[in-house]
């Protein structure tokens, strides 16, 4: 079938080279690997299912899934995507998984969490025994830490592993119903083993959250060992292949070695010891899959845009003088819908990667007996993670609204998205705790550098506290100057006001330091959802001026940043004027530019989306195809519906008739 003509003018008009960003986006390397995984999925038959998935029955789509798990084990090996201690394997696995599924399976957190608690928790001779293991899948495993009654407060896990130094073995017990673990992804009914959170208490002592190793079913029959209760928790708004569990433990043993030990050891008499290291340590496994989830929400709003954008150069509607209808792209409103979606996508992949370099660098400072910027590393990923699920999934929806009707038929693939991508606004802590966490840290850190104290790099701005410099010229160098001062200056006056207010609860409400930071929770979220949002912009910005581009696509990414940091002071411009970031005058000025913006990003918005390289397989949308074939495309789904499998459903015979016959004869 020919290409779309319409799409196909988009991409010829354009004056910028999408691949060339794609290599900017992946580098050259990692988009060829990342695309040699997608076509690997696409052409195994073995896979063809999936694209069905959502329009399949609990169990049928759950089988489905665990037949094609097993076929991705031998394809794992075949493709050599089996060594997690690399971490271009560990892409490339990733790449290849979210083509095989299209969104979670019952072994996403074996790889995603099971496997890096090992490998950040264990041993080397843990990782040793365990690892290879976990790798060929004789285990299979999660991880095993949220409960009935708390999730992102870690410290109350109720979950005990009381340790019985005349065996050497540890008890581990669910002490009440809020105690049962639920919700980790595959504990239902897939995985055999678990890296289980729990209080370890010694001899009477607690001495708080540890993380175990723990086998939950026969290797053999894979029946339930004694002493443990699992189950699948039922449907869930989204992500039914994944089949999320629960799990109670009666006075259920394991050897003293499985506790994890890189941190914190057990000797065989009860003698606990713990290297000087910050409690944050033990939650290592859970930044790790926070990172990965700024990642995940920059793929998934990359995705909805792609396919949005693409409907919107089809899409024609109104006519003009002329009697031809417009592509819906033309009009200001849809730009001003789809635009700011574009680059935030761009902004969160940025920032994703940034944010993944960080976490390298810290955990490489920690594995050398560095832990100071521990504090640092919880306070982004857990400020990001929580704004990129949020905008994100805000985002989508409007993308999913910017393609009118069709947008709600399945058919477009934006409601399966919307679904995979909104528990990320839960997921590993949920948005609004993780932002009363980062907006405390913040004040912390800035008592700290008001004592004098030096700050970590991503939070040094905090001992700032000059208005911006940069003047506002509308020159996009300098405008992007001027905005990450703005954006700067905002953040730290937020974080002033706050540190007051609460040093004022303190001093005259006589409340305790918990009390003061309850009354000012709004102001903390506040701060915290705009240090996260400067800190999108920084990392888009810095990562668009050190990349190594064509001066044609290099101004076009920069024309991105510069909408994406004015859009968002547009669209927050009571803050930024109150805090006198900027003033009315200069706010008009953004306004006007942002829509002059507009104009410079309309030519190229077709290749800009081209540039994510999703394929129409991971798509999975009617609506996003590459060559803009979507009314045809819409026609045969229509015609697929299992209703149509009957001219004359069976139910008329058996209702519809009756009742009108019975009408009649009444009559």
Same mark, same amino acid.
């Given at each position: 079938?020919?290409?779309?003509?319409?799409?196909?003018?988009?991409?010829?008009?354009?004056?910028?080279?999408?691949?060339?960003?794609?290599?900017? =986006?992946?580098?050259?390397?990692?988009?060829?690997?990342?695309?040699?995984?997608?076509? $690997?999925?696409?052409?195994?038959?073995?896979?063809?299912?999936?694209?069905?998935?959502?329009?399949?029955?609990?169990?049928?789509?759950?089988?489905?899934?665990?037949?094609?798990?097993?076929?991705?084990?031998?394809?794992?090996?075949?493709?050599?995507?089996?060594?997690?201690?690399? %971490?271009?394997?560990?892409?490339?696995?990733?790449? /290849?998984?979210?083509?095989?599924?299209?969104?979670?399976?019952?072994?996403? #957190? *074996?790889?995603?969490?099971?496997?890096?608690?090992?490998?950040?928790? @264990?041993?080397?001779?843990? #990782?040793?025994?365990?690892?290879?293991?976990?790798?060929?899948?004789?285990?299979?495993?999660?991880?095993?830490?949220?409960?009935?009654?708390?999730?992102?407060?870690?410290?109350? =896990?109720?979950?005990?592993?009381?340790?019985?130094?005349?065996?050497?073995?540890?008890?581990?017990?669910?002490?009440?119903?809020?105690?049962?673990?639920?919700?980790?992804?595959?504990?239902?009914?897939?995985?055999?083993?678990?890296?289980?959170?729990?209080?370890?208490?010694?001899?009477?002592?607690?001495?708080?959250?540890?993380?175990?190793?723990?086998?939950? $079913?026969?290797?053999?029959?894979?029946?339930?060992?004694?002493?443990?209760?699992?189950?699948?928790?039922?449907?869930?708004? @989204?992500?039914?292949?994944?089949?999320?569990?629960?799990?109670?433990?009666?006075?259920?043993?394991? !050897?003293?070695?499985?506790?994890?030990?890189?941190?914190?050891?057990?000797?065989?008499?009860?003698?606990?010891?713990?290297?000087?290291?910050?409690?944050?340590?033990?939650?290592?496994?859970?930044?790790?899959? $926070?990172?990965?989830?700024?990642?995940?929400? +920059?793929?998934?709003?990359?995705?909805?845009?792609?396919?949005?954008?693409?409907?919107?150069?089809?899409?024609?509607?109104?006519?003009?003088?002329?009697?031809?209808?417009?592509?819906?792209?033309?009009?200001?409103?849809?730009?001003?819908?789809?635009? !700011?979606?574009?680059?935030?996508?761009? +902004?969160?992949?940025?920032?994703?990667?940034?944010?993944?370099?960080?976490?390298?660098?810290?955990?490489?400072?920690?594995?050398? @007996?560095?832990?100071?910027?521990?504090?640092? =590393?919880?306070?982004?990923?857990?400020?990001?993670?929580?704004?990129?699920?949020? %905008?994100?999934?805000?985002?989508?929806?409007?993308?999913? &609204?910017?393609?009118?009707?069709?947008?709600?038929?399945?058919?477009?693939?934006?409601?399966?998205?919307?679904?995979?991508?909104?528990?990320?606004?839960?997921?590993?802590?949920?948005?609004?705790?993780?932002?009363?966490?980062?907006? $405390?840290?913040?004040?912390?850190?800035?008592?700290?550098?008001?004592?004098?104290?030096?700050?970590?790099?991503?939070?040094?701005?905090?001992?700032?506290?000059?208005?911006?410099?940069?003047?506002?010229?509308?020159?996009?160098?300098?405008?992007?100057?001027?905005?990450?001062?703005?954006?700067?200056?905002?953040?730290?006056?937020?974080? &002033?006001?706050?540190? *007051?207010? %609460?040093?004022?609860?303190?001093?005259?409400?006589?409340?305790?330091?918990?009390?003061?930071?309850?009354?000012?929770?709004?102001?903390?979220?506040?701060?915290?959802?705009? /240090?996260?949002?400067?800190?999108?912009?920084?990392?888009?910005?810095?990562?668009?001026?050190?990349?190594?581009?064509?001066?044609?696509?290099?101004?076009?990414?920069? *024309?991105?940043?510069?909408?994406?940091? #004015?859009?968002?002071?547009?669209?927050?411009?009571?803050?930024?004027?109150?805090?006198?970031?900027?003033?009315?005058?200069?706010?008009?000025?953004?306004?006007? *530019?942002?829509?002059?913006?507009?104009?410079?990003?309309?030519?190229?918005?077709?290749?800009?989306?081209?540039?994510?390289?999703?394929?129409?397989?991971?798509?999975?949308?009617?609506?996003?195809?590459?060559?803009?074939?979507?009314?045809?495309?819409?026609?045969?789904?229509?015609?697929?519906?299992?209703?149509?499998?009957?001219?004359?459903?069976?139910?008329?015979?058996?209702? %519809?008739?009756?009742?009108?016959?019975?009408?009649?004869?009444?009559?």
């Amino acid at each position: 079938m020919p290409t779309n003509t319409d799409i196909a003018a988009e991409r010829a008009n354009s004056n910028i080279n999408a691949r060339d960003l794609t290599f900017t =986006l992946y580098g050259e390397d990692g988009a060829y690997r990342r695309k040699l995984a997608f076509e $690997r999925a696409d052409k195994d038959q073995a896979f063809e299912k999936s694209k069905k998935f959502s329009l399949m029955d609990r169990d049928k789509l759950y089988d489905e899934a665990i037949r094609m798990e097993t076929v991705v084990a031998q394809r794992l090996q075949e493709y050599g995507y089996n060594n997690s201690k690399d %971490i271009q394997t560990f892409l490339d696995r990733g790449y /290849f998984l979210s083509a095989v599924f299209l969104g979670v399976h019952p072994f996403a #957190i *074996h790889f995603g969490g099971f496997i890096p608690s090992i490998l950040g928790q @264990g041993t080397p001779e843990q #990782i040793q025994e365990f690892l290879p293991k976990a790798e060929c899948m004789e285990y299979i495993g999660t991880y095993c830490q949220t409960e009935l009654s708390h999730g992102s407060f870690v410290r109350g =896990l109720e979950t005990t592993a009381t340790y019985d130094k005349s065996t050497e073995e540890f008890i581990l017990h669910t002490p009440n119903l809020s105690a049962i673990k639920f919700w980790p992804g595959g504990l239902g009914r897939s995985c055999n083993y678990a890296v289980l959170m729990a209080q370890l208490v010694i001899t009477g002592k607690n001495y708080g959250i540890h993380p175990f190793m723990c086998q939950l $079913r026969d290797l053999n029959t894979h029946q339930p060992l004694p002493g443990v209760e699992v189950g699948d928790i039922n449907y869930k708004f @989204g992500g039914n292949a994944l089949d999320n569990g629960y799990l109670i433990l009666t006075h259920y043993r394991i !050897p003293r070695t499985h506790l994890l030990m890189k941190y914190a050891q057990v000797s065989p008499d009860g003698t606990y010891t713990r290297q000087d290291v910050p409690p944050q340590i033990a939650y290592l496994s859970m930044t790790f899959l $926070r990172t990965i989830l700024v990642t995940a929400s +920059a793929s998934s709003l990359a995705k909805a845009a792609t396919i949005a954008t693409r409907y919107s150069a089809v899409r024609r509607q109104t006519a003009n003088r002329d009697g031809i209808e417009r592509q819906i792209l033309d009009y200001q409103t849809q730009q001003m819908k789809l635009f !700011p979606a574009i680059c935030t996508a761009y +902004a969160l992949h940025f920032s994703g990667a940034a944010l993944q370099s960080a976490y390298n660098d810290i955990l490489a400072s920690v594995g050398n @007996g560095d832990m100071s910027r521990l504090s640092e =590393l919880h306070c982004l990923t857990s400020g990001l993670k929580a704004y990129s699920a949020d %905008i994100s999934s805000h985002h989508i929806e409007v993308c999913r &609204r910017s393609c009118g009707g069709h947008g709600y038929s399945h058919a477009s693939g934006i409601p399966d998205i919307y679904q995979q991508n909104v528990i990320n606004c839960t997921v590993e802590g949920e948005s609004t705790v993780l932002y009363l966490q980062v907006g $405390r840290s913040l004040v912390k850190f800035l008592k700290k550098a008001d004592s004098g104290e030096k700050l970590p790099p991503a939070l040094a701005f905090l001992s700032e506290s000059s208005p911006p410099t940069a003047k506002l010229t509308l020159r996009t160098e300098s405008t992007l100057d001027f905005c990450v001062s703005v954006f700067k200056y905002n953040i730290v006056q937020l974080s &002033r006001a706050v540190t *007051h207010q %609460i040093a004022q609860s303190l001093s005259t409400n006589s409340v305790n330091l918990e009390a003061a930071l309850a009354l000012h929770s709004l102001e903390l979220v506040k701060t915290a959802q705009a /240090f996260a949002q400067y800190l999108t912009v920084l990392m888009f910005v810095d990562g668009v001026k050190g990349s190594k581009l064509n001066p044609k696509e290099k101004l076009c990414m920069l *024309h991105m940043c510069e909408f994406y940091a #004015i859009h968002n002071i547009v669209e927050e411009s009571g803050q930024f004027l109150k805090n006198e970031a900027l003033n009315a005058e200069q706010l008009s000025q953004l306004c006007q *530019h942002r829509t002059f913006l507009l104009t410079k990003l309309r030519p190229n918005a077709v290749a800009l989306v081209d540039a994510f390289d999703y394929p129409d397989r991971l798509l999975n949308s009617c609506l996003g195809r590459y060559d803009g074939n979507v009314y045809e495309a819409l026609y045969e789904y229509a015609k697929d519906s299992t209703l149509n499998q009957h001219q004359v459903h069976p139910s008329y015979h058996k209702y %519809i008739k009756p009742m009108q016959q019975a009408i009649r004869a009444k009559l």
